[in-house]
């Protein structure tokens, strides 16, 4: 099961777990414009289907288990922006569904190499095979 840190209760700042960097957060910036009726005919625009309007922009910080000890975890948060620490907690999260596209080819090297891209886009490149590998721990 992936662990999160819920940092919805703060405002922006860093924070560290075990000395490792989890990052930046900043769950005060609200994501803004109307979460009217989603419809994606006709043209793209940025404000087209438009979701979680007035909530974070993101809440859930992913924590590798790698990083945290049996005993003695030490969590530093360093708020700039004054928000209330008493809401930060460590959550499991469970995973329905997992979305990728992937793409796999053979480089004409002496030597072949299997490459695996994990991201959401459309590839204009032609000749490649749909291929994935996921491991859940």
């Known amino acids: 099961m992936p662990l ?6 703060t405002g922006k700042g860093q ?6 960097s ?4 900043w769950p005060a910036y609200k ?3 109307s979460c009217g009726r989603c419809d994606y005919a006709g043209t793209y625009g940025e404000k087209k289907c438009l979701s979680n309007c007035g909530e974070a922009s993101q809440r859930w910080y992913h924590v590798p288990r ?4 049996p005993t003695g975890n030490l ?15 460590l959550v499991r999260r469970d995973i ?23 991201v959401i886009l459309r590839s204009i490149w032609s000749n490649l095979r ?3 590998h996921l491991r859940i721990l």
Do not use: C
């Open 66 to 69: 790698s990083w945290l000890n």
């Open 96 to 118: 329905d569904s997992v979305f990728v596209q992937t793409f796999r080819w053979r480089l004409k090297f002496k030597f072949d190499f299997n490459l695996t891209l994990i």
């Open 22 to 25: 989890i990052g930046r957060y």
């Open 31 to 33: 994501a803004s414009g």
């Open 75 to 89: 969590l530093v948060v360093f708020e700039e922006w004054g928000g209330d620490p008493n809401g930060i907690s």
């Open 130 to 132: 749909a291929h994935i």
């Open 4 to 9: 999160a840190l819920d940092m919805g209760s």
């Open 15 to 20: 924070i560290w777990i075990n000395g490792q």
